[in-house]
């Protein structure tokens, strides 16, 4: 059974940078088979796809082009989890933040918790 | 990007009823579309993947239909637990995109 931890601030200040977690068990983040994904939620936009990080013989990222200058994702192998990291925040970017297994037919199989992160001073 | 289209956002019904909820595309794909439902302070989770293939344990009064732009999402029988927010999300091609979702409420 796939399960995914996420951890990370709740409350960050504007211009500051978001860094969110995602520990994977049951999985692993160096899958042939699957992608590591971030999504966001908000009353305004809605679910919102973020980025995703994959490997297949190397390692690759697709981002969404509304954050693409401002965000990474990073996969760690060591402790088989990947991050969010999200700069230059502004309260546009409060949200609840998701990150999910992508599998068979690209679909979100598994999701984390979910984490409300509010930008504020 | 691929817009997705979801209609209604709103929708009253009782137990017992057969609903129908649309994902429109802006542009045609093939079956790589998906259905979430989604309670209060939950994730969202999944249902149908690939337009009509139910995931393992979901009850089988949920299906999916389409292909090209049009998609479908049906509940045969609306149970009490079925009360919840559903959302579209296509999968063809990143940048991925959801549905702004309906809200299924008791009648």
């Known amino acids: 059974q796939v399960q995914l931890q996420q951890s990370g601030p709740g409350l960050v200040k504007p211009s500051q940078t978001l860094s969110l977690t995602c520990a994977i068990s049951g999985d692993s983040v160096s899958s042939n088979s699957a992608a590591w994904n971030w999504i966001r939620q908000s009353p305004s936009r809605g679910l919102e796809w973020l980025g995703r990080?994959?490997?297949?013989?190397?390692?690759?990222?697709d981002y969404a082009l509304s954050v693409k200058s401002r965000i990474t994702i990073n996969p760690d192998t060591s402790k088989n989890q990947f991050s969010l990291h999200l700069n230059s925040l502004t309260p546009e970017d409060t949200a609840l933040y998701y990150c999910a297994r992508e599998a068979t037919a690209n679909s979100l199989d598994y999701w984390g918790q979910g984490t409300l992160v509010t930008v504020s001073s | 990007d691929i817009q997705m289209t979801q209609s209604p956002s709103s929708l009253s019904a009782s137990v017992g009823d057969r609903v129908t909820i649309t994902c429109r595309a802006s542009?045609?794909?093939?079956?790589?579309l998906n259905w979430y439902q989604q309670k209060p302070g939950k994730a969202p989770r999944l249902l149908i993947y690939a337009a009509s293939s139910l995931k393992s344990g979901v009850p089988s009064r949920f299906s999916g239909s389409g292909s090209g732009t049009d998609f479908t999402l049906t509940i045969s029988s609306l149970q009490p637990e079925d009360f919840a927010t559903y959302s579209c999300h296509q999968s063809y091609s990143p940048p991925y995109t959801f549905g702004q979702g309906t809200k299924l409420e008791i009648k």
């Open positions: 990080t994959y490997y297949r013989s190397k390692w690759y990222n």
């Open positions: 542009q045609s794909f093939s079956n790589y």
